[in-house]
């Protein structure tokens, strides 16, 4: 669309008013009625956000009780199924299929969906739906911290799982070291019961609160009485 005529001679006169070393050298002059301080907080955020590094992960990420789930696993192992339960059961989606994640300067991890399926979620054997049309606003969110990665794997028989949880496992995205549980999958598992645990019983060892720490230290202490009371 054309300018009216009437904005060159404005254009003319603020140019002409710029530095005259600006104007030799070819260089832009800002200005903006905004408070110097303000203005450079928000550049230095903008900035901040497109020049952060980013990648792009298979998986599903979903806001459960608060916590920012990252929910990864081999194709048809169960994760959009779990995602559609965990939305029926008042939590909320934030990408299907592909997360895109951004790193900040503080190595903060925040995951949001691509524009093409954003709201959307694949089930085998119904198809694309769109979980804000079926379930409203409340079951969406546009973007969400990640603070938990959630690997279901397919249950092999030989293998020893963690049955304390003792043993903290994190993995790496870009730079940042993020906390890892990993699910066996199974006939007759509730999976979406036991994502709402882990993301409950993490948000509890944020405040200070370990079950399985507790439990050694009393199993350690009986122990300790029971050999004092066989001497």
């Known amino acids: 669309m054309k300018r009216p005529a009437s904005w060159l001679p404005a254009l003319w006169r603020s140019r002409k008013s710029w530095p005259r070393s600006a104007t030799k050298k070819g260089l832009p002059v800002l200005r903006s009625s905004m408070a110097t ?6 550049i230095t955020s903008f900035l901040e956000r497109r020049l952060a ?29 779990t995602a559609l339960e965990l939305v029926k059961r008042g939590h909320r989606l934030i990408a299907d299929d592909a997360v895109e994640i951004r790193q900040t300067s503080d190595f903060q991890l925040h995951g949001t969906a691509p524009e093409l399926i954003r709201h959307l979620l694949e089930i085998r ?13 409340g079951a969406v969110r546009n973007n969400k911290r990640i603070t938990l990665v959630v690997r279901l794997e397919a249950w092999q028989q030989d293998k020893q ?5 003792l043993d903290e496992e994190t993995t790496r995205i870009i730079d940042t070291d ?3 549980v990993t699910i066996p999958v199974r006939p007759g598992r509730n999976l979406a019961v036991i994502i709402e645990v882990a993301a409950m019983n ?6 200070g609160l370990n ?7 009393k199993l350690t202490a009986t122990i300790a009485e ?6």
């Open 161 to 165: 799982y963690d049955r304390l949880g």
């Open 226 to 231: 029971d050999m004092d009371d066989l001497d």
């Open 53 to 81: 590094p980013t990648t792009t992960i298979h998986g599903v990420l979903c806001d459960v009780y608060g916590v920012g789930m990252l929910i990864t696993g081999s194709s048809g192992i169960g994760k959009s199924e």
């Open 125 to 137: 054997g119904v198809g694309i739906i769109n979980v804000m049309t079926l379930f409203g606003a």
């Open 202 to 207: 993490y948000r509890l060892k944020q405040m």
């Open 37 to 42: 301080t303000i203005l450079t907080s928000r």
């Open 211 to 217: 079950a399985a720490l507790q439990f050694t230290n």
């Open 178 to 180: 993020v906390p890892l």
